[in-house]
């Protein structure tokens, strides 16, 4: 299977802890790219960060990239209530032109407590 | 404005029937998708469309057929429906290449076959 793998599977902190997610990826890709999942909602785009990339931010994000390992992390400072839900790592193949598609990790779901 | 938009939300039917789900995206991207997510979380591409034209099919029996009539429609129809359809299916969009922003999601369709 080419679906990557995400650690840990779940994840409880207290508000304004960091939170970090590692994922691990099977083959090369282009791109990386992270996103945040609510309960009973659909996938929103988090971050993406390129194969010659090495660490990207956003805001309160912060992705690392490490393709020799085949490895990333997202790392989520001053946790929030509202950053409860679930956390994909996607890849990107990148096959050239309209072919590529992204493969999701299995997913971390973080519990932020008040 | 919902970017992508799916419906319905909720489809509950029987096994053996036949459904429809339809997905619509304002973002004018060139390339849509289908994806699977199983009660496990796992997300899995079925189909990809760019400009109308079937790019990907990942290995998805002949009973689920997407039609896209114009770039900004990605409909599954699903024939003979199985107790193991039951999951929820998210369409998504991206710029051709998967673009520098990532895909965008609809908000899923649970489909429960019983």
């Known amino acids: 299977s080419q679906q990557g793998e995400e650690d840990p599977q779940a994840l409880s902190i207290q508000e304004g802890e960091n939170a970090t997610m590692n994922c691990s990826y099977k083959t090369s890709i282009n791109n990386l790219q992270w996103y945040r999942q609510n309960s009973g909602r659909g996938l929103v785009h988090l971050i993406l960060?390129?194969?010659?990339?090495r660490e990207k931010h956003s805001g309160r994000l912060r992705v690392t990239l490490d393709t020799s390992k085949k490895s990333s992390s997202l790392l989520i400072t001053a946790s929030r209530a509202a950053d409860t839900a679930s956390y994909f790592c996607?890849?990107?193949?990148?096959?050239?032109?309209?072919?590529?598609?992204?493969?999701f990790g299995t997913g971390t779901l973080l519990a932020v407590q008040p | 404005d919902t970017a992508v938009s799916q419906t319905p939300k909720y489809l509950v039917t029987q096994m053996g029937n036949d459904k429809s789900i339809k997905c619509e995206q304002n973002l004018g991207h060139d390339t849509m998708y289908w994806y699977k997510q199983d009660s496990k979380k796992f997300l899995k591409i079925m189909f990809s469309?760019?400009?109308?034209?079937?790019?990907i099919n990942e290995t998805v029996p002949n009973r689920f057929s997407p039609k896209s009539p114009d770039k900004a429609h990605l409909n599954l129809h699903i024939n003979s429906l199985e107790l193991g359809d039951s999951a929820v299916y998210f369409c998504?969009?991206?710029?051709?290449?998967?673009?520098?922003?990532?895909?965008?999601f609809g908000s899923g369709t649970r489909l429960t076959v019983v």
């Open positions: 996607a890849t990107d193949k990148g096959y050239g032109g309209a072919t590529n598609k992204l493969i």
């Open positions: 469309y760019n400009n109308k034209e079937l790019i």
């Open positions: 998504a969009s991206s710029q051709t290449g998967g673009g520098i922003y990532g895909y965008t």
């Open positions: 960060i390129r194969s010659n990339e």
